[in-house]
C-alpha cells in the first residue's frame, strides 16, 4: 500500500535504481541494499514494510539470506518479494517453502511489479483483519471478543454502548498501564475534544455494567485509569 517503506536487495546499480523509481513514484518509501551484509545492517537499525529481494547477491545466496530472515524472530514477520531470473523454477519452490510471500521475475513490468505487491499487501492486510476478527481480551474475570464486538464477565453477556467498548477495549490492550483521559478520548475518538468529565462518566457507567469486576478498572488519582485483574 502507498505509504509504505520497501527495502530493495539488489546488487545491479541499474535494476536497483529502476526499482526504487518504480516504487517511489507508487508513493512507496524505498531504501536499497547492494549486498546481504549491507541488508542486514540496515535491517538491524529499522524493519521496512516489505523486502524486495534478488536471489543472486554478490556475498550470499539469495535464498540463504531468506532462510535467515525467515528464522530469526526479528525478522520472520517481514514478507518477503523475490527478484529470480526467468526459468529458475526449483528456487522459486524453495524460496517460497521458506516463507518467501511471492516471486516476481526478471526481465519484469514495472506496472507487474507494482500490482503484485499491491497484491502482498492486500493479502497480508485481509489476513490480519482476520486474526482480529478472532482476537480476544480476557483481563480477570473479563474477556473481549473484537470480532464479535462482544464482552462478558465470567461468561456472562454485558451489554456495552459502542464507545464503553472501546474505552475497555483500550485499557484491556494494556493491562496495568495507566491511561490518561486524554490517552483514552484519543483512543476511542480519534481525537481528545471530549472534556475529562466525559470520560469520568463512561468510566462510571462502565463500571456498574461489568458488576463487581468493574473494580478492575483502577483510580490512579492525578492522572487517570488502569485495568488490573482483581
Known sequence: MAGSSILVVEDEESICELLCFTLQREGFQTSAARSAAEAECQLARALPHLILLDLMLPDR?????????????????????????????????????????????????????????????????????????EEKHSVGEIELHLGRHQA??????????????????????????????????????????????????????????LGTAGRQIETVRGVGYRLGAN
Open 61 to 133: 545466496s539469495g535464498l540463504d539470506f531468506c532462510r535467515r530472515l525467515k528464522s530469526n524472530p526479528a525478522t520472520a514477520a517481514v514478507p518477503i518479494v523475490m527478484l529470480t531470473a526467468k526459468g529458475e523454477d526449483a528456487d522459486i519452490v524453495l524460496g517460497l517453502e521458506m516463507g518467501a510471500d511471492d516471486y516476481i521475475t526478471k526481465p519484469f513490468s514495472p506496472r507487474v511489479l507494482v500490482a503484485r505487491l499491491h497484491a502482498v499487501f492486500r493479502r497480508l492486510n485481509e489476513t490480519a483483519h482476520r486474526d482480529a476478527a
Open 152 to 209: 462478558a464477565v465470567s461468561g456472562t453477556p454485558v451489554a456495552l454502548t459502542a464507545t464503553e467498548f472501546r474505552v475497555l477495549e483500550t485499557l484491556m490492550s494494556r493491562p496495568g498501564w495507566v491511561f490518561t483521559r486524554r490517552q483514552i478520548a484519543e483512543a476511542i475518538h480519534g481525537h481528545d475534544v471530549v472534556g475529562d468529565r466525559a470520560i469520568d462518566v463512561q468510566i462510571v457507567g462502565l463500571r456498574k455494567k
